[in-house]
């Protein structure tokens, strides 16, 4: 039996690490919240029982190792996780006779700030609790957090990054591709926080609310954990809200938290209790994972049972069809609910779920409805072959950890939507006035079907007017938008096709190799097309057999007749012709890395994401770095040189 525990431990750590790093590192989600907390307890309570904890253990384990593209610090005090209740009557008892704060334990990514004389000094991640990751340069540019504040002395202060729902929805809109969308705001915060380039984390909207005052040079809070509250909130901090409570008062401020997150804007898992009385708290000491001078308290995910209908296949712009699950109607949470997103194939498949099959269904964090568990899990729920939109073929596709559904027809109706989405985008045609609704609308009416249809849409113009969200002056500054896209450049119009992996550096590159002739370039052969450096077979295939489509090439030739290709002229001495870089860690000459990227490429060169046998050198300023792109430069005699080292030798 103790055998049987100890393997069941070993699996366990593994599938809890591995959904746990999805989920934070690669913003994918192979099981539910629910799953998860399932499992974790039962790991929790072999090991109390067995007396086996692994050293790679969940359980022991605080937060991941920081990522090799940020400079790395150890933090003086670490950071350690807090014990978790369900209980609102253990929260109760942990209080005794003592006075607490209660606030919100926010679902972002901590962040430790330190200001010296009365500046901003230093902004780092939480990491893995002992070292996290240098972030002073996206700190600066979060929405609220103070430059400089009426302390001279030094002051060290740690709170939560967060992107609020109402951001995140607004960032996810902007998004054309279903399956780039972010999975949530948690994800979509941490990857904007721990960007390279900090104008990415600007245009985030990223918030910073301050939950503990580790230390004020020369301050004396009286003992009082409210007053340090107060004084972060005097020195311009947004705090975490939160409540003084007593064993008297707690159950209805838990009442009051628990009614405010049904419309709270900012993402919050749960709540956190910390004793008022500073001293009393640090003189608890700490397990070897918790310090006792604190609790968190996660909400009782409220569980219904019901009948699964139908699962519902959703399709998206680009061929990915998502699965929905369709149930008896139940009352979660203080709304009605009948629908859950069931994510993708692994997951259907994990849940055994069969039309009919009794589930039980939660909100996570209070929100968003999933599925729990399948009480029957008869596994009868078969993978549509036929696109519910078009009827073409589907593929089952493995990204990344997860297995998803895709239409492969090319003539899908919902793929066209995407077709015409890219070709009026900002780096194609760039006509602005025409949203992937408002494309959606035209092509159901029948007002476009190829791309020269768009630069002809006065027919309709009485028609579109009466739309709903049009008018005369919106269908002024359309038709105006179109008229000025019809001076473009053929790198554009390259892009703007939508062949496949032809990206904006692959179509400038292509138009570069063939001197701007579009005819040498619907005409080249697999073979020649193959020995251009960064393309290889398979982009020279995709590109060869586009030109190869009778259908393609008639649609191009309709849409010259309405283009002017403006001259592109080459800038610069091509010194660098046909040679490959990799760009990694932070500039100090250059603003960010696509600005030395644009350097490179001016000049004939190209920038790629990982180093090979064909990179010329590796440009990173810490060329001491242990980082995953070092160890490959050295494994294959990749020079590594500085980013002053590169500009002497190749920009001069």
Known sequence: ????????????????????????????????????????????????????????????????????????????????????????????????????LLSWKLDGLT???????GKLAKAVTRGNGEVGEVITNNARVFKNIPMSIPFEGDLVLRGEAVITYSDFEKINAEIVEEEAKYKNPRNLCSGSVRQLNSEIT???????????????????????????????????????????????TILEAIDYFAKAIETYDIPSDGLVLTYEDIAYGQSLGRTAKFPRHSIAFKWADEIRETTLKEIEWSPSRTGLINPVAIFEPIELEGTTVSRASVHNISILKGLKLGIGDRI???????????????????????????????????????????????????????????????????????????SEATLEKFIAKGYIHKYADLFHLERFKDEIVRMEGFGEK???????????????????????????????????????????????????????????????????????????????????????????????????????????????????????????????????????????????????????????????AKELNVPIVSEEEFMNQYLE
């Not at 109390?48 to 190792?65: I, M, R």
């Not at 020369?218 to 409540?243: C, I, P, R, W």
């Open 1 to 100: 039996m103790r055998q049987e525990s100890a393997d069941r431990i070993k699996e366990l750590v593994e599938l809890l690490n591995r959904a746990a790093e999805s989920y934070y590192a690669k913003d994918t989600e192979i099981m539910s919240n629910y799953e998860y907390d399932k499992l974790y307890d039962e790991l929790e309570q072999l090991e109390q029982e067995t007396g086996v904890v692994l050293a790679n253990s969940p359980t022991v384990k605080v937060g991941y190792e920081a990522v090799d593209e940020l400079p790395k610090e150890r933090h003086e005090q670490p950071m350690l996780s807090l014990g978790k209740t369900k209980s609102r009557e253990e929260l109760r008892d942990w209080v005794q006779e003592k006075s607490a």
């Open 111 to 117: 962040i430790v700030l330190s200001y010296h004389e």
């Open 202 to 248: 600007a245009k985030r909207n990223v918030r910073f609310y301050a939950f503990n005052l580790v230390s004020a040079q020369g301050m004396d809070f009286e003992n009082s954990k409210k007053k340090q509250f107060d004084f972060l909130a005097e020195m311009g901090f947004d705090v975490v809200e939160y409540k003084e409570v007593n064993k008297d």
């Open 360 to 434: 039980t269904v939660y909100k996570a964090n209070m929100i968003i409805p999933q599925i729990a568990e399948n009480l029957t899990q008869s596994d009868s729920v078969e993978i549509p072959e036929q696109c519910p939109v078009c009827g073409g073929n589907t593929q089952i596709k493995q990204i990344g950890d997860a297995k998803m559904l895709y239409c492969i027809n090319p003539q899908c109706e919902v793929k066209k939507i995407k077709a015409f989405t890219l070709f009026v985008s900002r780096d194609a045609l760039n006509m602005d006035g025409l």
């Open 474 to 632: 919106s269908y002024k500054n359309l038709s105006d938008s179109i008229e000025k896209a019809r001076n473009t450049t053929l790198p554009r119009l390259l892009y703007g096709l939508g062949i496949a992996n032809i990206g904006v550096a692959n179509a400038k590159m292509l138009c570069k190799y063939f001197h701007f002739d579009l005819e040498k370039m619907r005409h080249a052969d697999v073979e020649e097309l193959s020995q251009i450096d960064g393309v290889g077979e398979i982009i020279a295939t995709a590109f060869y057999e586009y030109f190869q489509d009778t259908t393609n090439n008639e649609q191009l030739d309709a849409l010259l007749k309405e283009l002017y290709l403006e001259e592109v002229k080459e800038e610069g001495e091509q010194n660098l012709a046909g040679k490959a870089f990799v760009i990694t860690g932070s500039l100090n000459h250059f603003p960010n890395r696509d600005a030395l990227k644009e350097e490179i490429e001016k000049r004939g060169g190209k920038v790629t994401g990982s180093v090979t046998g064909k990179t010329v050198c590796l440009i990173n300023n810490d060329i001491t770095s242990t980082s995953g792109k070092n160890k490959k």
